[in-house]
């Protein structure tokens, strides 16, 4: 429950973050997108709520964090995140994934990923930075599949510089505006909604298959 309320009040937690460490917030900002892309182990951190909640604290006027320096820090997170993530993959392969009652190492969390990537090829790589979940396996079964990394690296970095500039800017552009900043707790779930969007179609899809298949 104190994670969830860590994600509903973000900007909350961040200001109070910004106050205790003040540069140093960087560094944990850096921390945790580079862990929510780059282990299989964390995909419960924030990611698409973070980035909007960054952003609407930089738009505070006299703001210690700069917009440049966000997107910077977390640009490289993400890219050096994902850099990992597939690294490990790449080595370590599926065998961690046998368990059908782990919450992380289940299987089926393998299973939705590979659907992305029958539907969208390589460029899931690109698509899966705006899907939770998704996000921290696409580049682990990228691994696996022995992607080329050049391929890999170019979606890589494209999707990151995307990713975490769109919602940055979204957050410093929208995240002052009245109706945003006094209900920010139902922003924050909208985000979280419509990023778990197209996971929930997957699902269903897929298990739309086997019942018309019956």
């Not at 945003?180 to 779930?189: A, P």
Request: proline share 5%; aromatic share 14%.
């Amino acid at each position: 429950m104190e994670l969830v309320d860590i994600v509903l009040h973000l900007d909350v937690h961040l200001l109070q973050l910004v106050h205790d460490y003040g540069a140093w917030v960087y560094a944990i900002l850096f921390a945790i997108i580079f862990s929510e892309t780059g282990f299989v182990v964390t995909p419960f951190l924030p990611g698409d709520s973070l980035l909007f909640a960054v952003g609407a604290i930089a738009s505070i006027p006299g703001s210690p964090l700069s917009l440049l320096w966000l997107c910077a820090v977390l640009i490289a997170a993400a890219v050096l995140g994902d850099a990992a993530n597939y690294a490990i993959g790449h080595y370590v392969g599926p065998a961690v994934f046998t368990s059908e009652r782990s919450r992380i190492f289940n299987p089926q969390h393998l299973v939705r990923t590979h659907l992305f990537y029958e539907r969208y090829g390589r460029k899931t790589i690109f698509l899966a930075r705006f899907v939770p979940i998704v996000r921290t396996f696409a580049p682990f079964v990228a691994g696996i599949g022995r992607m080329s990394y050049g391929v890999f690296a170019l979606w890589n970095v494209t999707g990151a510089i995307t990713w975490v500039i769109g919602l940055v800017l979204a957050g410093y552009f929208f995240g002052q505006i009245p109706i945003v900043k006094n209900n920010f707790e139902t922003v924050i779930l909208a985000i979280v909604a419509i990023s778990l969007a197209p996971i929930a179609i997957e699902f269903l899809r897929a298990r739309r298959r086997p019942a018309a298949a019956a």
